[in-house]
């Protein structure tokens, strides 16, 4: 089994910065991909995404260029680096993992953190 837990989220005006962490135990050698989501007010829609070992990198459209995914190898902690912070980015943000695929799709991950708050002032 795998557990994420979330961390770093909190109140930022726009415009400011915020570094979420993911710290990642159990077994971990079976990992393949790692995301991140965020529920908003109507529906929980992709973020980020990287291979556990490295490799691809994925991003929304609307986060491109102000956020950036990456990971801790030696502490498994997986980070999200979000810049130029909008009120639209206000969710609860979202650590997830799987076994099998690297993915955009909710459906397709099969572990997930508890989430961690982000709300955006203007």
């Known amino acids: 089994q795998v557990q994420l837990v979330e961390s770093g989220g909190g109140l930022v005006q726009a415009g400011g910065s915020l570094r979420l962490s993911c710290d990642v135990s159990?077994?971990?050698?079976?990992?393949?991909?790692v995301a991140w989501f965020r529920q908003g007010p109507r529906t929980r829609e992709f973020v980020a995404d990287m291979?556990?070992?490295?490799?691809?990198?994925d991003y929304l459209d609307s986060v491109n260029g102000r956020f950036t995914i990456s990971r801790d190898n030696t502490q498994n902690t997986v980070y999200l680096q979000m810049d130029s912070l909008k009120p639209e980015d206000t969710a609860v943000y979202y650590c997830?993992?799987?076994?099998?695929?690297?993915?955009?799709?909710?459906?397709?991950?099969?572990?997930w953190g508890q989430g961690t708050q982000v709300t955006v002032s203007s």
């Open positions: 291979g556990w070992s490295g490799g691809r990198i």
């Open positions: 997830a993992a799987d076994t099998y695929r690297i993915s955009r799709g909710v459906d397709n991950y099969a572990y």
């Open positions: 159990g077994r971990t050698d079976s990992l393949f991909a």
